[in-house]
Structure formats: C-alpha cells, structure tokens
C-alpha cells in the first residue's frame, strides 16, 4: 500500500483536526498525534481509517473524563 493510498484512507474530521489530532505515515506504520504527543504507532492493514478513528476517539474519550474528574483541560 502506498503512502498516498494510505492517506487517503485515513482522514481526520475537521472538529478531530483542530482539537490537535493528525497522522503521519512512515513507511508502513500510521504514526496517530494529539498535539506534539504521539499516541498510537499502528501497522497499515486494509481497516486502517478504522484503527486511527477508534484510537482517536477513544483519546478524546479519556480527556474528557479527565476533565470532568478534575476539571484540567489540554490547552
């Protein structure tokens, strides 16, 4: 699969997008960014845009019962 199929198949949502989340693709491995930290190194396979949707999601999940536990909130 080529770096430009994978991109492809990969797209954020523009809500995702300026919450801080995007992708990077090395080689055959989707690196997953929430701002300048990495969260997920995921192999390429045919359910890739999947595995980057669920990652991401479940991250925003975790941030936001963080904030409603303590209140922080990521700048």
């Given amino acids: ?6 991109r ?3 797209s954020l949502t523009e ?3 300026k919450e801080g989340y995007w992708t990077e693709v090395c080689q055959d491995r989707v ?12 192999y390429m396979s045919p359910d ?18 963080v904030e409603a536990k303590t209140g922080w909130k990521p700048d």
């Fill in 31 to 42: 690196l997953v960014w929430h701002k300048k930290n990495q969260i997920a190194l995921l």
């Fill in 1 to 6: 699969m080529t770096s430009e199929k994978v």
């Fill in 48 to 65: 890739i845009g999947n595995k980057v949707q669920e990652t991401v999601e479940r991250r925003r999940k975790e941030l936001k019962e």
């Fill in 15 to 17: 809500e995702q997008e």
């Fill in 8 to 10: 492809d198949k990969v």
